[in-house]
């Protein structure tokens, strides 16, 4: 319990203005809020099981530059889609509402798996399973940032609800070109 809580507060402060969390709050003003947040908690389970599993056996650091620059282009593809928009037919209509909780969770997982290689919060946990219980460090980093992440999303909702769709999908795509830019320079310099 004792790794639990401290892996959960420790997360939960990192990942408070950080860029995984304004991605959150950015994807929660397009997608449904629940497909958001499960794919933010699968994403963030995965990367944190192998966060713990690399600390705890003190194995070699991951090649976060190569990473970040990947995301950072992922990121970029991310900002041209938002600005582009999506135009459907109607025989797509039908399809698109069975398969779009799916591919939501998707986009915003892979997107948030690779936005958290490297970041902060999995050195972060990284470090603290080197010290503490495997498996209370991975649920209470989960837990921490799946619960700032939470908090990004329901602000997400609300300003989704009051600004016009164009001002939305202009604001992400300059936040994903942020995003990307930010990852891809993280990944020269290290």
């Given at each position: 319990?004792?790794?639990?809580?401290?892996?959960?507060?420790?997360?939960?402060?990192?990942?408070?203005?950080?860029?995984?969390?304004?991605m959150?709050?950015?994807f929660?003003?397009?997608?449904?809020?629940?497909?958001?947040?499960?794919?933010?908690?699968l994403?963030?389970?995965?990367?944190?099981l192998?966060?713990?599993?690399?600390?705890?056996t003190?194995?070699?650091?991951?090649?976060?530059?190569?990473?970040?620059?990947?995301?950072?282009?992922?990121?970029?593809v991310?900002?041209?889609?938002?600005?582009?928009?999506?135009?459907?037919?109607?025989?797509?209509?039908?399809?698109?509402?069975?398969?779009?909780?799916r591919?939501?969770?998707l986009?915003?997982?892979?997107?948030?798996?690779?936005a958290e290689?490297?970041?902060k919060?999995?050195?972060?946990?990284?470090?603290?399973?080197?010290?503490?219980d495997a498996?209370?460090t991975w649920?209470?980093?989960?837990?921490?940032?799946?619960?700032?992440?939470?908090i990004?999303?329901?602000?997400?909702?609300?300003?989704?609800?009051r600004?016009?769709?164009?001002?939305i999908?202009?604001?992400a795509a300059?936040?994903?070109?942020?995003?990307?830019?930010i990852?891809?320079?993280?990944?020269?310099?290290?």
């Amino acid at each position: 319990m004792d790794a639990f809580l401290l892996s959960f507060g420790v997360i939960f402060i990192a990942e408070l203005g950080d860029k995984s969390q304004l991605m959150a709050l950015a994807f929660a003003t397009r997608f449904p809020a629940v497909s958001v947040l499960v794919a933010i908690t699968l994403a963030t389970a995965l990367v944190h099981l192998g966060s713990v599993a690399l600390g705890a056996t003190v194995a070699l650091a991951l090649p976060t530059d190569i990473v970040s620059i990947v995301a950072g282009l992922a990121f970029l593809v991310f900002a041209a889609w938002t600005l582009r928009g999506d135009v459907l037919g109607e025989a797509d209509a039908a399809r698109t509402q069975r398969d779009a909780a799916r591919s939501v969770v998707l986009t915003v997982g892979v997107a948030f798996f690779l936005a958290e290689l490297g970041d902060k919060t999995m050195l972060a946990t990284v470090t603290l399973a080197t010290h503490e219980d495997a498996l209370g460090t991975w649920l209470g980093s989960t837990a921490g940032m799946v619960a700032a992440d939470a908090i990004a999303i329901g602000i997400g909702k609300v300003l989704g609800t009051r600004l016009p769709e164009r001002a939305i999908r202009i604001g992400a795509a300059v936040a994903f070109v942020a995003f990307g830019a930010i990852l891809i320079w993280e990944g020269l310099r290290g």
